[in-house]
């Protein structure tokens, strides 16, 4: 599968180019009419180019104005002073492939989404995977230095069907391109490469880009002051597309390809159950995963599994307590809306057992639900329907698109219907998804969270907007990706805890002796040999008319 990328659209053109094109490059005219690219002298196209590479089809370039002489001159003279080799090296600002036909852009639209997000930078060499790149932080040093010719580039690797795999900083995965070697002046830093599998296509792919934004912009964040113990931080990201029968080929790549020393965030439940025993087969750490599934959550907990946030069944409890003491509602006027797999499975669980703790033993609750990775919520409608309101509140445990088109589909009948859902539904895409259905469906729905309000001005929301102000301009304050900062903040303090040479032994070590650390939460986070869940605190917010989400007291 091709390749993410968040390089610049141009950079997306040139490497659109043809072999041919890039064999031209050995005459002079060639060396010129390639510097009037790089330096903007040539326009080109870039709508056209992207949508020419999604397609898969040949990058046209836009009719060109071509270079003036003034130009042309400048550049002659920068050839012929510093000889054409240099003065190519600091058009580029980086060594040129080794085998540039082997480098794709990915068909998959969100890549030029995530192309947009974040300036293109380059990653350091990795001890930890195949990688051979630059440094974010060295490369405005490299670029004041006298050039030095490029190592050669590390040999393409194949990688698994299905899977896409990107590096912290953005720059394709060598898992199947070659990229260009840091001159050895660079070379000065060794790097930790964390994987991720998580849906970046289909309906949930929100999910999958905002988690990946979170724990990028924390590890930027420490790579930009030198990083830990002289290690650098990398992500290298895989898509399921949320579908179980591809996490398998997605985690192989990871570990077999990318070499990753552990795996943070991995989103979802039914496919953690795929993915988890890979993990613990192969010894690498399973940190942070974007689930409140008990399966990441046994007694006593499995070593290298550590969880940031508050279960399903603490989430779900939460609700159950507001909707009975708060709203006064009767037990017999709750049902669940939930997806019918793992993800609805451990959802429903919490609220049955909250359900088990009530007062003189009332039956579990009905269960609407509706297939994963689609949003036929018909049957459950109907169910809900069937009803003839005698329901008054439904739990919801579903994904973004699959919530929004339920509430649309039965708040005209019900306007007094109480809506709640589980922080997993992408708490920020549901509210963008209901406006656009109107403001009357998006008022009062209510969404347990598993961290602060977004909004808020404590010291570890304003770090976290400042590192997406930096990394991602322009990239809204979210839930999903507030939680991957935080994970990535977690993780990071148990390495810096962590002062033996690190292995994932050692981290695990340092990861259980961390107690009362103060994040800026409200609440110490602490883990033990007993204790793998660092957090079990709920927060509630509701949307109001404006697709804004406010706090709302749970008790």
Avoid at 82 to 87: D, M, N, R, T, V
Avoid at 203 to 231: C, N, T, W
Wanted: proline share 7%.
């Amino acid at each position: 599968m091709p390749m993410w990328s968040r390089r610049s659209r141009s950079g997306v053109v040139r490497e659109g180019r043809s072999q041919a094109d890039q064999n031209s490059r050995t005459s002079l005219g060639a060396v010129l009419q390639q510097a009037a690219y790089e330096t903007g002298i040539i326009e080109v196209n870039n709508r056209v180019a992207h949508e020419a590479v999604a397609a898969d089809e040949p990058v046209p370039t836009a009719p060109s104005r071509g270079p003036n002489a003034f130009n042309l001159l400048a550049l002659l003279a920068v050839m012929v002073v510093g000889g054409l080799g240099s003065a190519a090296f600091v058009l580029r600002g980086r060594a040129p492939p080794a085998n540039p036909s082997a480098v794709s852009a990915s068909a998959d639209p969100l890549a030029a989404e995530a192309a947009d997000a974040k300036p293109a930078a380059a990653t350091l060499p990795s001890l930890s995977s195949n990688a051979v790149g630059w440094s974010k932080a060295q490369a405005n040093v490299v670029a004041q230095q006298a050039p030095t010719p490029p190592a050669a580039a590390a040999p393409p690797a194949a990688q698994a069907p299905g899977t896409a795999s990107q590096s912290a900083t953005g720059g394709a995965n060598p898992a199947s391109a070659s990229a260009p070697a840091a001159p050895a002046a660079a070379a000065t830093a060794q790097t930790l490469t964390f994987g991720m599998v998580a849906p970046f296509s289909g309906p949930s792919r929100s999910l999958g880009r905002e988690m990946k934004i979170g724990i990028e912009s924390a590890f930027d964040q420490v790579d930009a002051v030198g990083g830990i113990h002289g290690y650098k931080l990398q992500l290298a990201v895989a898509d399921d597309g949320y579908q179980p029968s591809r996490t398998a080929a997605a985690m192989e790549q990871l570990i077999d390809v990318n070499k990753v020393f552990g795996f943070i965030g991995n989103v979802g439940t039914p496919t953690a159950a795929v993915a988890l025993p890979l993990a613990l087969k192969a010894g690498k750490l399973f940190f942070g995963a974007f689930t409140g599934a008990a399966l990441l959550r046994n007694d006593p907990p499995d070593r290298f599994v550590f969880n940031y946030r508050a279960s399903y069944a603490e989430e779900t409890a939460a609700t159950v307590n507001y909707l009975l003491k708060v709203r006064r509602l009767k037990p017999n006027q709750i049902a669940v809306f939930a997806q019918d797999d793992g993800y609805g499975d451990a959802g429903y669980a919490g609220v049955a057992k909250a359900f088990r703790a009530l007062p003189g033993n009332p039956p579990p609750p009905p269960r609407f639900n509706y297939k994963r990775n689609t949003i036929e919520v018909e049957p459950a409608v109907k169910q809900l329907l069937a009803a003839h309101g005698r329901i008054k509140a439904v739990i919801m445990v579903a994904t973004y698109r699959a919530a929004a088109r339920f509430i649309g589909r039965t708040k005209d009948h019900f306007p007094a219907l109480i809506y709640t859902n589980v922080s997993f539904v992408g708490s920020t895409a549901l509210a963008d998804e209901l406006m656009l259905l109107g403001s009357k469906y998006a008022d009062g729905v209510i969404v347990t969270q598993v961290v602060p309000a977004v909004d808020a001005y404590s010291t570890l929301i304003l770090k976290y907007k400042s590192a997406l102000s930096t990394y991602f301009p322009g990239e809204p304050a979210d839930y999903v990706s507030l939680e991957g900062y935080i994970d990535a903040q977690l993780l990071i303090h148990g390495i810096e805890m962590d002062t033996k040479p690190i292995t994932t032994n050692s981290l695990v070590t340092a990861l259980e002796s961390m107690h009362n650390y103060d994040m800026g939460l409200g609440a110490p986070l602490s883990f033990s040999m007993d204790n793998h869940q660092a957090s079990h605190k709920v927060w509630g917010t509701q949307i109001d008319k404006l697709g804004k989400f406010r706090a709302i007291d749970l008790n």
